[in-house]
């Protein structure tokens, strides 16, 4: 589905122009998306496949959601801070917003996320760092890439078609690759990481020479 959801984008973008219509199609997909999963989760529940303990009392649930909201805070704050300092540092510089996009302010929305999949790996929660990058590469696509079309249409820049959006493609697809080649496990191991590592860092510095 994300790999779907990628080529459905670009195709969108040809014209390099985000419309409001480009927006509603993505929007929909989202909500197909979350209606899937949802039903989904129902019937594994419902299979018996998430054993969630029903003991847990209500001071216990408390706490757990506290933890949550101030957790999340947290980290929305700290990269709210990074992508302002960041940006008024490129700006600064006179950097093109495109650049900016592409790496600071990339960076900072996505250190919640790095966060939440260290701490996943560190507790070997490993499904839940593939669901956390997953997920969160479809709800960019899918939902931040969308609600700016609906609410101010506008043109996009040719490099983020012409280079940018083949990178996404390129980058989701080897995932798939990567864990459908591993055998029976499925899984990613440290030299998968090594190679991902090595290939945004590659990208990083493509984009930074073509400015």
């Not at 909500?31 to 039903?39: A, G, M, Q, T």
């Not at 302010?105 to 966060?115: I, Q």
């Not at 191991?189 to 590592?197: F, S, V």
Request: no cysteine; charged share 15%; proline share 2%.
């Amino acid at each position: 589905f994300l790999i779907l959801s990628t080529l459905i984008a670009g195709l969108l973008l040809l014209d390099k122009y985000l419309s409001f219509y480009d927006g509603l199609i993505l929007l929909t997909l989202l909500i197909l998306f979350l209606f899937y999963v949802f039903k989904q989760s129902k019937k594994d529940s419902l299979n018996g496949v998430d054993d969630v303990d029903s003991k847990i009392n209500n001071k216990e649930k408390g706490k757990t959601w506290l933890l949550l909201i101030v957790s999340l805070l947290i980290l929305i704050s700290s990269a709210k801070l990074v992508v302002w300092g960041g940006t008024v540092l490129a700006s600064t510089f006179g950097v093109p917003e495109l650049i900016i996009g592409l790496t600071v302010v990339a960076l900072g929305t996505s250190l919640p996320e790095l966060a939440v999949s260290i701490s996943s790996a560190l507790k070997k929660q490993h499904e839940m760092v593939i669901g956390n990058i997953i997920g969160s590469n479809l709800f960019n696509i899918l939902a931040v890439l969308a609600i700016p079309g609906l609410i101010s249409p506008g043109a996009v820049d040719a490099s983020a078609i012409d280079r940018d959006f083949y990178m996404v493609l390129a980058t989701s697809i080897a995932l798939a690759v990567l864990v459908l080649s591993s055998g029976a496990k499925q899984q990613l191991t440290r030299w998968h990481g090594i190679l991902l590592l090595l290939t945004f860092i590659a990208y990083q510095y493509v984009v930074f020479t073509a400015h």
